[in-house]
């Protein structure tokens, strides 16, 4: 749960909607735990990563693309401990809600969660190599845009 927990947290800004995204992962995986035994391709929390990132996405499919980035400029309720330990973590938030969903959850696993790539190559059904060059291309945009600013 709390590494679950703490993914959501680096994606999704509004506490409410954070715990209802977190009890949905837990719920699904908790309805579909036959599947995963009969499938068991990959770890238990490879799979449970792949719910929230699944379901990340379907809430941000939800709602509008403008008040997300609204959102995200208007949040500032942030950790304390987290703001005080990398000043400028709000900054680099902010760069990454300009990059596309799959990119975001891409570094949030790299980064936040600090997961191999392989376990991410598991996550997402892809090859490591693949998952190295999709994480240097996202870093790089991500660079773009915090030279930017």
Do not use: C
Request: hydrophobic share 35%; glycine share 2%; charged share 30%.
């Amino acid at each position: 749960y709390p590494l679950i927990n703490r993914f959501v947290y680096h994606r999704v800004n509004d506490e409410a909607q954070r715990h209802e995204i977190v009890s949905d992962v837990f719920y699904k995986a908790l309805n579909r735990i036959k599947y995963f035994v009969i499938l068991r391709r990959n770890g238990f929390s490879s799979w449970l990563y792949k719910i929230a990132v699944n379901e990340i996405n379907m809430h941000y499919r939800r709602v509008n693309r403008d008040s997300k980035l609204q959102d995200k400029l208007i949040w500032e309720e942030t950790d304390s401990e987290t703001t005080e330990s990398y000043p400028l973590y709000n900054k680099v938030r902010l760069a990454m809600s300009h990059l596309d969903e799959n990119s975001q959850s891409l570094l949030a696993l790299r980064f936040f969660e600090k997961l191999t790539y392989s376990e991410i190559g598991k996550i997402y059904g892809k090859r490591e190599g693949a998952v190295k060059v999709k994480a240097h291309r996202a870093m790089k945009k991500l660079r773009a845009l915090l030279r930017e600013e």
